[in-house]
């Protein structure tokens, strides 16, 4: 006996599919664009202006597709059937995008250079993935007036513009935190796409199954100046509602992580904001009729001003609660866009029902909306955040809703409060988000779309440079260790001339290199703002004046056809978002396909930054680019230690003799004796390990490459990493590393020796650095120390480091008590008979 189902429950089954089909294509097309982003800035580059040309072009292909399509699917008797081609469409493209961007990311560099204007940075990086994802992003443009059409269908209601938004939108939340927290790092880039993909199926499927034949919407004429109203603030709203959002992303930088989960965070909250206005309008905004629309737009505005005032406690609150992580970051991104992105939301709403009922259909308004939001980067990357700042920004594109109100006197009373308060708000003193530590100061500051860049001077006078208000890049007090970053690499090979650096700074390893003798330094850095601020860094006493591109590194390798004997890859944070894209395969190959034969690639990595998962897999992916690398350490502080591995292009062994000739000429000695690289043993006991160690060390650590790079996923642990002790990597490289000494003594036994010592002198050195107490001073310092540093000599008497601070402790005690300045000594010249030094101090006490 076949069993009918009720009429009633069938509409209701059938509605609440449609609902979980929007909230799916909403999820898609948001887990689009966040893959599309990431896999874009490896086609164009980091820069801001290529980042954001990535995001005008998906909106701008948003517009084309609402625009071409508005008629089409206002039209058709067959929205379902119209809607799954559209979703078929966006899977099939989004599923080749794969291929299409690896192919543009061998045009792109070619087509800019390696310095391009910052026009066709614009141009290229709004153009090119434009054009690419064009097909996809069109589609994706007619499917909100196709769900507008199936929605009325099947509820018989005709003003669901709103909740079609809101649900949609709400999919779209969902979509960026899944994408972000686990598509990508579980799955990596291209099998996301898939992923996202089948879910266009299944909303195609599920549209099809939906299929039934509708009455062709009504075309109303719209009145001219209704038209030109709607027009506006339907184009001003897109504008103005992404303006903020990037300005208000650009204010959390400064505070939040930064990470790849950050932008996920805020972008979440924006589009949950949104998602609540556009449901609460559908429910709620019909029963307040027209009257509400200057009442909205005000409110939209005092909204945004809201947290304009209150950004820097919330941000200020999110830095003390800096432990709690993504939840953290979650609740803070949530405080700072909930009463925004809920007006902006519900306005939306407003408009585009408004733009159903006069037109009859949503195209029209999906349309003149993504047009705002496309031109909304450029604007606010090239003249509001220049000109205002980013704090400053936020309140002429708050007052910007007020522009909106009808020119009437019933308009004022509105827009009062708001006006009011953006003019409080500009005539007070924009906050200030970088710490000057207690007795300093900040000495220059540049807002930049991507970066506030300063520079920072603390109690002792030291200087250095801060990103962002909570990364310092290196300062006047880390020179010497700077110039060693440069020097090593440069006297590991026999005869360097040019030396490219990838990566400034405060440009101290960049001036390290051409310091040396017969060398040809030149830099590239990302931000133009920290260029800008060199000479804040600058030794008078040098002339030098190396030049600086300015250009995404990665680019630029790619695009440069110049071949250099060395380059040196700087300290890269590893959970700063974009710097992961640094440490992959392809970029490795990269660097040796610019090597003259003969040449040497270092990257420095910071072991202070790292955890022990994303070190592993950059030193594999490292390995597969030069099979025959190795390790060196920059210096034996357990501060800030840092690790070069150092890749060669033609895999040759060290050359001793021409080290030792190179440390012998006047010219070399001058630069690097300073430095502490006297002699070639000085140079030899920062070796870490050869290709063996570092394969043993490495393991079955997963391979960082472009399609899955681990280490920018690998962001939460490495931030966690910043809160552990300094030495934690450190200690576990040299533990589990141990290098072979005839990989550099080869026939040498005597030397071999030698170096097998001063290495184990070493590393019980480090372990002595970090079991010190606290930070122990004067006759503190000498019990903690003295009895470790011994023993280092006994393992080695040439061991420098250790040596030179017991004759300063020794100095220090013979102020105090000669006689326990003279037992110091007897022990130094008992653990090292061979110091001349060391005993004719001790026989002259």
């Given amino acids: 006996m076949r069993t009918s189902i009720d009429p009633a429950r069938r ?35 980091s820069e801001m202006m290529a980042v954001l040309g990535v995001i005008a072009g998906f909106f701008a292909g948003l517009a084309l597709g609402a625009f071409l399509l508005d008629r089409l699917i206002r039209d058709t008797p067959s929205p379902f059937l119209a809607y799954a081609l559209l979703e078929a469409a966006i899977g099939l493209w989004g599923a080749a995008s794969v291929l299409v961007l690896e192919q543009a990311a061998r045009i792109a560099p070619a087509l800019l250079g390696v310095d391009p204007s910052p026009a066709a940075l614009w141009a290229v990086g709004f153009a090119l993935p434009a054009l690419l994802l064009l097909p996809a992003t069109t589609a994706m443009g007619g499917t909100l007036a196709a769900l507008a059409r199936m929605t009325n269908a099947l509820s018989g209601d005709t003003r669901v513009s709103a909740g ?20 990508m790092p579980q799955l990596g880039l291209s099998r996301s796409l898939l992923v996202l993909a089948c879910v266009n199926a299944v909303c195609a499927i599920g549209a099809a199954a939906l299929q039934r034949r509708v009455e062709p919407s009504p ?67 019909p029963r307040f009729g027209d009257a509400a629309a200057g009442w909205l737009l005000a409110a939209t505005a005092a909204a945004c001003l809201s947290t304009t005032a209150l950004a820097p406690i919330v941000l200020s609150a999110a830095e003390k609660a800096g432990g709690f992580g993504v939840a953290g970051e979650l609740v803070a991104a949530f405080a700072l866009f909930a009463l925004p992105s809920i007006a902006m939301g519900a306005l939306f709403g407003r408009l585009a029902q ?51 109100l009808r020119p009437r006197l019933a308009a004022l009373a509105p827009m009062a409060a708001p006006a009011l308060a953006g003019a409080l708000l500009l005539a007070l003193p924009a906050p200030s988000f970088i710490r000057a530590p207690q007795g300093g100061r900040v000495l220059a500051t540049l807002d930049g779309p991507t970066v506030t860049a300063s520079v920072v001077v603390d109690a002792a006078g030291v200087r250095y440079l801060d990103l962002n208000g ?60 920290v260029v800008a601020l060199l000479p804040w860094f600058a030794d008078e006493t040098r002339a030098l004046e190396p030049k600086v591109h300015v250009a995404d590194a990665r680019r630029y390798i790619l695009a440069d056809r110049a071949k250099y004997d060395v380059i040196v890859a700087d300290l890269f944070h590893p959970a700063l978002d974009g710097s992961g894209a640094l440490y992959t395969v392809e970029h490795f190959a990269a660097t040796r396909a610019r090597l003259a034969p003969g040449g040497l690639f270092c990257q420095w990595l910071p072991l202070y930054q ?25 210096h034996y502080s357990v501060r800030t230690p840092m690790l070069a591995l150092i890749g060669r292009s033609d895999d040759a062994p060290l050359d001793m003799d021409a080290l030792s000739a190179r440390l012998s000429d006047p010219a070399t000695a001058a630069v690097a004796r300073p430095l502490g690289f006297a002699t070639p043993i000085d140079l030899l006991g920062q070796y870490a390990g050869g290709a063996h160690a570092l394969a043993t060390f490495a393991g079955a650590a997963p391979l960082n490459v472009d399609d899955a790079p681990f280490v920018t996923f690998d962001a939460r642990r490495n931030v966690r990493a910043l809160t552990a002790p300094p030495w934690t990597t450190l200690l576990a490289v040299t533990r589990e590393m141990t290098p072979d000494a005839t990989e550099l003594a080869r026939d040498d036994d005597a030397l071999a020796r030698r170096l097998s010592a001063y290495w184990r002198a070493r590393n019980h050195f480090l372990e002595v650095g970090a079991a010190l107490p606290g930070d122990p001073r004067g006759r503190a310092l000498v019990d903690a120390a003295a009895p470790g540093l011994l023993e280092t000599l006994r393992i080695s008497p040439e061991f420098d480091p250790a040596y030179a601070p017991l004759m300063a402790m020794a100095r220090a005690l013979g102020e105090s008590s000669r006689e326990e300045a003279a037992r110091l000594l007897q022990a130094i010249d008992e653990a090292a008979p061979q110091r001349r030094k060391s005993r004719g101090e001790t026989g002259g006490e």
């Fill in 610 to 634: 790292l955890d022990l998962p994303s070190l592993r897999a950059i030193i594999r992916s490292f390995l597969s680019a030069y099979p025959h690398a190795s390790a060196w350490l920059n």
């Fill in 470 to 529: 909570h990364f310092r890049m290196g300062g006047t007090s880390s020179a010497r260790s700077d110039f060693r970053q440069a020097m090593l690499p440069l006297l590991l090979h026999p005869a360097p001339r040019e030396a490219l650096f990838l990566g400034v700074g405060t440009g101290a390893t960049l001036i390290g290199g051409a310091m040396t003798p017969g060398v040809t330094a030149q830099g590239v850095e990302l931000s133009p703002e």
């Fill in 219 to 285: 075309s109303p004429r719209m009145p001219r100046a209704t038209a030109a109203h709607l027009l506006c603030a339907l184009f001003t709203t897109g504008f103005l509602g992404i303006a903020f959002e990037m300005t208000i992303v650009r204010l959390a930088a400064q505070v939040l992580e930064d990470t790849v989960y950050t932008f996920a965070s805020l972008l979440a909250a924006y589009l949950l904001g949104s998602a609540v206005g556009g449901l609460a309008w559908q429910k709620f905004g």
């Fill in 354 to 404: 408004q733009a159903q009922d006069l037109r009859g259909s949503l195209g029209f308004a999906v349309g003149v909306n993504s047009l705002g939001a496309a031109l909304a980067p450029f604007v606010t990357a090239q003249f509001l955040i220049p000109t205002f700042g980013a704090w400053r920004a936020t309140i002429p594109i708050a007052l910007g809703y007020l522009l909106l």
């Fill in 164 to 183: 079609v938004y809101g649900a949609n939108t709400a999919g779209a939340v969902l979509g960026a935190l899944v994408s972000a927290f686990w598509l």
């Fill in 11 to 45: 509409a209701r089954i059938e509605l609440t599919a449609l609902i979980a089909i929007t909230v799916a294509s909403g999820f898609a097309g948001l887990g689009y664009e966040i893959v599309w982003t990431r896999m874009a800035s490896l086609v164009v580059g």
